[in-house]
């Protein structure tokens, strides 16, 4: 009963347009302060214990790094170099777009802010190009999505805290469904633009590719300064994160020059923004969960999917429903942290490998971005476009349903996400 109330508050508030933080709290608090003996005081040492974590200091980190690269000059002369190598071909420009948003969210770790900084300016270009409005803002959307899945990954960061999972696993879990999912992307920018012949941009010389991929190589090889240093054992992924925020730092102030004074002050004001959105979300859940534990609510759930003989399948088939129809209304942190704990037992009693489920929960997550009403890649795209978020839903309504291909993928073939992390960090099978 007391579990029961404490969603029916939290919806309420919700619906009465209460941010996601405050109405978490505010229902969790509520019903501990009714039922169980709880303090105030032992409920907000938790909530400050729970930001204690040293892996949590990356989410800043990478954050930081990705304003920087939009503001710096990183991404634009990564996209100048994509489109001097591939814009002439069919499609090329949609191409380029895909292509820059893996890149950006090998930096940046988040999906609103690959959506915007690849979006500024590549939807002029696309529709210049001769690409419908609708399709182009549709293609900037769902590539902004990778912003999760490609490493290093923000949503695969809280999993990892949240699960007690190696986050270097969990980013090598991600490498392969995350670039597998781009080249899905990308083989259907091609089809749809040659079957319409859009996006054939002029031949670039070989002198201005030379000219743009010397350019792009102090930002470009960011991505394998921090994955490599991850993974070479030299830095932990929090150590590699600030390093990312020194190497931005250098490439746009010292080697681009792009980087302003007048800059700083909306640098960090974007920054702070998103960190601590996401710090206070966690905090929140953290007393969401806490009344879950002292009503034993995820050994309940276990005991009840134990004695209902419920197999993998029928497992994600139910768990992506549930995640899908969160995510018209929850953003990807919430959703980690409100479900994860309770699903935990489960996935370990059915012997899913967690790097395979951690993928497909994320995928999950990068329909969330994209799906009314609250995904928050539609309205980065409406708003920097200036269109109504309808026909940005109309645009994307595509590629959602190319993420569901590739969802049921991963889920039948969990070496897409396993084979990695096997192969190169030891995970057991």
């Not at 859009?198 to 030379?210: S, V």
């Not at 799906?371 to 109309?394: D, I």
Request: hydrophobic residues 60%; contains cysteine.
């Amino acid at each position: 009963m007391e579990t029961v109330l404490l969603f029916f508050i939290f919806v309420m508030l919700f619906l009465l347009n209460v941010p996601i933080a405050v109405s978490l709290a505010v229902a969790a608090l509520v019903v501990l302060a009714t039922t169980t003996d709880f303090t105030l005081y032992m409920i907000a040492q938790r909530m400050f214990a729970s930001l204690l974590s040293p892996p949590l200091l990356a989410i800043p980190s990478f954050v930081f790094a990705g304003v920087v690269m939009s503001h710096g000059g990183i991404s634009k002369y990564l996209i100048a170099a994509l489109r001097a190598w591939f814009g002439h071909l069919p499609g090329g420009l949609a191409v380029v777009t895909i292509a820059a948003c893996a890149i950006f969210a090998a930096i940046s770790g988040s999906s609103p802010a690959t959506a915007a900084a690849i979006g500024a300016i590549m939807l002029p270009a696309l529709i210049e190009g001769g690409y419908p409005k609708r399709y182009a803002m549709g293609l900037i959307a769902a590539g902004g999505t990778l912003g999760i899945l490609i490493p290093p990954s923000v949503t695969m960061v809280i999993f990892g805290i949240t699960a007690e999972v190696s986050i270097g696993d969990l980013f090598m879990g991600g490498l392969l469904p995350g670039l597998f999912l781009a080249g899905i992307l990308i083989v259907s920018a091609v089809v749809y633009s040659l079957k319409n012949n859009f996006g054939r941009a002029p031949r670039a010389t070989w002198e201005e590719r030379w000219k743009t991929t010397v350019k792009a190589i102090p930002g470009g090889l960011l991505p394998f300064f921090i994955l490599g240093s991850i993974y070479a054992g030299v830095v932990t992924p929090t150590e590699a994160a600030v390093l990312s925020v020194f190497y931005t730092l250098a490439v746009s102030i010292f080697i681009y020059r792009e980087l302003k004074l007048s800059s700083v002050r909306d640098i960090l004001r974007e920054s702070i923004n998103i960190s601590s959105m996401i710090y206070l979300i966690i905090s929140a859940a953290m007393v969401f969960s806490l009344f879950l534990t002292a009503k034993q609510v995820p050994q309940q759930v276990s005991a009840w999917i134990a004695d209902n003989t419920l197999n993998k399948y029928l497992f994600f088939f139910l768990t992506n429903i549930m995640f899908f129809v969160m995510g018209t209304f929850l953003e990807a942190v919430s959703i980690t942290l409100i479900t994860l704990p309770l699903l935990l037992p489960i996935i370990y009693a059915l012997d899913i490998d967690i790097i395979q489920f951690a993928v497909v929960m994320t995928v999950n997550m990068e329909l969330a971005m994209i799906t009314p009403p609250v995904g928050l890649n539609l309205f980065v795209v409406s708003a920097m476009a200036r269109e109504r978020l309808e026909e940005v839903v109309r645009g994307v309504l595509p590629f959602i349903l190319i993420l569901i291909g590739a969802l049921i993928l991963f889920v039948l073939w969990p070496d897409i996400s396993t084979c990695i992390p096997r192969e190169v960090m030891g995970h057991p099978k």
